[in-house]
């Protein structure tokens, strides 16, 4: 990405000790735009007020919320704005999903969770076992991939859910999806995607994938903070979520409790607008989908480069599937002989590098890849802001660190 476009992130202009900030945290959470800034700000100055009311500024809400839920449709190829809800964000509502879907389990039904996800679409289904439900894990081999031919002999007649990741926020690992959504619907079961990692690297469409739910997250794709829920249509009106006597029993709108982040929500459809600046075509969708092979590419390069610097250090290892010609997220989860990866974060803070370590909620594929009693990983994200002189400094950084 050129000069004119890292020019619209205001924070990558940020300095520290006179030197530029490299941010290599977009896992966690991309920077923002001065549109999506705008977009709150301008909210908050114009149109402040709750909404379903007759006057102006009330209206006003009600039309930036239904456009903004048509935007996210159209950002993940759903069918149109009623399969969209919105929430604080997706480990809430995803608590909520399983809370509205356990009535209609037995026990004896089994869901099946994987060892490579995150605890957010982990949790809400692990908890379900208290009525009886059989909660199964599909496993993961030492590249911290999914094992498939585990997932496919655990899916039989009672199962009723299968909950899995798009790709890995440790790992990077793409998972077959579609071999999912094939099993369970031979079983009968629903498919839950979160896709909370995969949204900002790759183009959605639920549609064609044939998922029942999908989650996702704008933080993620240069949005504010707020959790986005697919559902198929209907489906929703068949599950009996946990509301007030008052809120709406319909979809999208009966999974979403009490008032929501307004303004925040209207920041999500500028952070689409956005996305779709970056790409041409006749329609919005057209325009984001050559966004987002846009994006996918020059991230590519840019991890390619990060990932082959890195593997010439030595002591640096990389967990994960390699970057050959398949599919991955441009993540990058290390450890270095003779560090704790705090440390190794820290000493890269002094340098201005802004990386993680831990587990990042993946808990479960840590312990399983025996990295967690030595503090779990370092991540390195790349984002579509990320430039060359990013990853060199980086790599400057990291041949201090191992030195």
Excluded at 303 to 330: C, F, H, N, W, Y
Aim: net charge negative; hydrophobic share 45%.
């Amino acid at each position: 990405m050129n000069d004119a476009f890292r020019a619209q992130f205001p924070a990558l202009g940020r300095q520290h000790n006179h030197r530029p900030l490299v941010f290599l945290d977009g896992p966690a959470g991309v920077q923002v735009p001065e549109s999506v800034i705008e977009a709150i700000s301008g909210y908050y100055r114009t149109s402040n007020a709750n909404t379903h009311g007759a006057f102006l500024t009330t209206r006003e809400t009600d039309a930036m919320m239904e456009a903004t839920r048509e935007k996210i449709a159209t950002f993940l190829g759903a069918e149109n704005s009623h399969t969209i809800s919105l929430g604080q964000n997706m480990t809430t509502l995803n608590f909520a999903l399983s809370r509205a879907i356990a009535p209609l389990l037995h026990p004896g039904d089994e869901i099946l969770i994987t060892q490579l996800d995150h605890e957010s679409n982990r949790a809400p289904w692990l908890a379900l076992r208290e009525r009886g439900v059989v909660v199964r894990e599909i496993g993961i081999k030492p590249d911290a991939t999914l094992d498939y031919e585990d997932m496919a002999a655990k899916i039989n007649e009672r199962t009723r859910l299968v909950a899995m990741g798009y790709a890995s926020n440790l790992s990077g690992a793409v998972n077959d999806v579609a071999l999912a959504r094939q099993l369970t619907h031979r079983a009968g079961a629903w498919l839950l995607v979160d896709a909370v990692h995969y949204a900002p690297h790759f183009p959605i469409d639920v549609a064609a994938l044939g998922c029942d739910f999908l989650l996702c997250s704008a933080y993620k794709f240069y949005g504010p903070h707020v959790g986005i829920l697919y559902t198929r249509p209907g489906l929703l009106d068949r599950l009996q979520p946990y509301r007030l006597r008052t809120a709406y029993q319909h979809a999208p709108y009966s999974i979403e409790t009490g008032t929501l982040n307004h303004a925040a929500i209207a920041g999500v459809g500028a952070a689409v607008d956005f996305i779709a600046s970056i790409g041409e075509g006749p329609t919005l969708r057209a325009c984001l989908l050559d966004a987002m092979q846009t994006i996918g590419l020059h991230e590519r390069e840019m991890v390619l480069k990060l990932s082959k610097g890195l593997s010439q250090m030595a002591g640096v290892a990389i967990v994960g599937p390699g970057l050959d010609e398949t599919l991955r997220a441009p993540t990058l989860a290390l450890t270095v002989a003779g560090k704790r990866p705090e440390e190794v974060c820290q000493l890269l803070a002094e340098q201005n590098v802004c990386a993680w370590d831990g587990h990042f909620y993946a808990i479960r594929a840590t312990e399983v890849l025996g990295l967690l009693e030595n503090g779990g990983v370092t991540r390195m994200g790349i984002s579509a802001y990320t430039n060359v002189e990013d990853v060199d400094a980086a790599l400057v950084a990291m041949q201090q660190v191992v030195a």
